[in-house]
């Protein structure tokens, strides 16, 4: 038993930011990695940014130095800064958690960027 929930989601301009948040509950004794995914209409779900217990971050090239994922002290938690949000960055964006075996996805929440 595992659940995700998200927020933070929402409509925004260009230029604009946002911040996500993503809390884990259930069965998470053993989380690795927390990480952010986004699906855009017509696209592949891509894999946005990840974070793992040991502090290995990894971002998809077209967000490098706009966003930034962080966890928190408690290790169930996980967030994204986005800043100058542009409209190519609307999708839904899904919380992703790695345990030792298992992954599990969160509901996901929607960002739209107005131009």
């Known amino acids: 038993q595992v659940q995700l929930v998200e927020s933070g989601g929402g409509l925004v301009q260009a230029g604009g930011s946002l911040r996500l948040s993503c809390a884990a509950s259930g069965y998470i004794f053993n989380i690795n990695t927390m990480g952010w995914y986004r699906q855009a209409p017509g696209k592949q779900r891509e894999l946005v940014a990840t974070f793992t217990n040991s502090g290995s971050i990894n971002y998809a090239d077209s967000v490098k130095g706009r966003f930034t994922i962080s966890r928190g002290n408690a290790k169930n938690t996980v967030y994204l800064q986005m800043n100058i949000l542009k409209p190519e960055d609307t999708a839904v964006y899904l919380c992703?958690?790695?345990?030792?075996?298992?992954?599990?996805w969160g509901q996901g929440t929607q960002v739209t960027v107005s131009s």
């Open positions: 992703r958690v790695w345990l030792d075996g298992a992954a599990y």
